[in-house]
């Protein structure tokens, strides 16, 4: 496929990287010429130093004959404007990165839509939505529900430990694991392992399981996560656009502090944030003699969201010292997600990786309504839907010989959700949500063209 990147910054970049490494055609445009140079040296793509609104410039790379075009710059008219320009002059699809929550209406996107633009998206407000998710079950790492199953199924990730009461036992063997849930990939150590009915779950295994909701008090109590209680009390390190979204779409039951050491951007948010529960308090996060002022060690779950890497990290670290059972830590830069990861400091987010999920399906040739990135994992988890006379929908499970970096976890049949078995038959029109690991998407989307 030929992809048109508009924006070199952290999105684009992070974009960039995950296509070149399926030997798509990437061309990437920017003003800055020294990002461009970085991208060029180490990975195999073109770059353009241009203004990505150029007629002229879209013209001379071919944007009539690109499959996709996206806009990532930081400038939100600028990512309009180029998308609407690129689809004028025949790009197949075009995504454009907003910050305006009204251009997601479907009023709005009905308009863009007629104007050239496919899709957009709000990264601040993804990150936003997997961080409310997270921290509503605390005792689970990750917990993500396709938008296909209607809440029947849901995908969760979840630390096990010593108190784990399916250690060490087959998963061929595990009680219920065949009617209650079904482990889909387990990440231990630097690996991700999809596995099979012999291997094992060990202690400190990050453990996936799909499974039915009315399920979930019992995975909770088999993972020995029962004593994580409700989450009422939040607290916020870090006032920006994230922040925002997230105290917005926190439970109104959630009693919900933000500490941010910019009083100018704390008027800004008591304008912003009207929500009774949610309160705005002028301080340094980094000051532990504030922190205990504000009863830190009392708090249910702490989020790190400042735009450093390192103090959303130690932040969390000390929270966990000081007893705080969740803790989220923004990470803006991916370099530092496996020593996060290994100080087991809790649910990592990265708007990067996220933006890159909702866009990659778009380059799949078969249906698929929604794909995540399970970052910490370097997996990624899809819905697809089984085309008429499709190879998925000609064999059993057992005897399709699905990929070895795929698990077909659940799927959706009129509107009810099935756990996926070696027995099982995948037909016509039902939406399948697999997981892949080493980029093994695309060889399993073949199955459902």
């Not at 990532?72 to 995504?95: F, H, Q, S, W, Y």
């Amino acid at each position: 496929m030929k992809i048109i990147i508009a924006g070199a910054g952290r999105v684009g970049t992070h974009l960039a990287k995950l296509f070149a490494r399926e030997n798509h055609s990437i061309i990437v445009l920017d003003d800055n010429p020294e990002k461009l140079n970085a991208l060029q040296v180490n990975y195999d793509l073109m770059v353009k130093n241009m203004a990505p609104t150029s007629i002229t410039g879209l013209k001379e790379i071919g944007v009539s004959h690109s499959d996709l075009f996206i806009g990532v710059t930081p400038d939100e008219d600028l990512n309009i404007n180029c998308c609407m320009m690129a689809g004028k002059l025949g790009a197949k699809r075009t995504v454009a990165r907003v910050n305006s929550v009204e251009y997601l209406s479907k009023t709005s996107e009905e308009y863009f839509r007629e104007m050239g633009i496919s899709s957009m998206f709000i990264p601040e407000m993804v990150a936003a939505k997997e961080i409310v998710s997270s921290v509503e079950r605390s005792w689970a790492r990750m917990w993500w529900e396709p938008d296909s199953t209607g809440g029947n199924l849901a995908l969760m990730g979840v630390k096990v430990r010593q108190n784990c009461k399916i250690l060490n036992v087959p998963l061929k063997a595990l009680p219920n694991q065949a009617a209650a849930y079904h482990v889909v990939a387990i990440k231990r150590g630097s690996d991700t392992l999809i596995p099979h009915g012999d291997d094992i779950i060990k202690p400190f295994d990050l453990v996936y399981f799909m499974a039915d909701k009315r399920n979930q008090d019992f995975i909770r109590t088999i993972c020995g996560k029962d004593d994580y209680t409700q989450v009422e009390d939040v607290m916020i390190m870090g006032g920006g656009i994230t922040a925002v979204f997230t105290a917005q779409m926190l439970p109104s039951n959630m009693n919900v502090k933000i500490i941010e050491q910019d009083i100018n951007r704390c008027y800004e948010l008591n304008k912003q944030i009207t929500n009774s529960n949610v309160m705005v308090i002028h301080g340094d996060g980094r000051d532990l003699s504030l922190m205990r002022e504000e009863n830190l060690d009392d708090t249910d779950a702490f989020i790190a969201l400042t735009p450093n890497s390192e103090v959303n990290i130690i932040s969390c670290l000390t929270a966990k010292k000081m007893g705080v059972n969740k803790t989220v830590a923004m990470l803006d830069n991916l370099n530092f997600l496996s020593m996060a990861e290994s100080l087991d400091i809790g649910t990592l987010i990265n708007k990067q990786a996220i933006s890159a999920s909702n866009i990659y399906r778009m380059i799949l040739k078969a249906d698929v309504s929604n794909v995540k990135s399970l970052m910490v994992a370097n997996a990624d988890v899809a819905e697809f839907t089984a085309a008429p006379g499709s190879k998925i929908t000609k064999k059993l499970v057992k005897d399709l010989k699905l990929p070895a970096t795929a698990n077909l976890g659940g799927l959706i049949r009129n509107g009810k959700g099935y756990l996926i078995n070696g027995n099982t038959q995948v037909i016509e029109g039902d939406k399948v949500v697999a997981v892949c690991i080493d980029n093994g998407l695309k060889e399993l989307a073949a199955l459902f063209d």
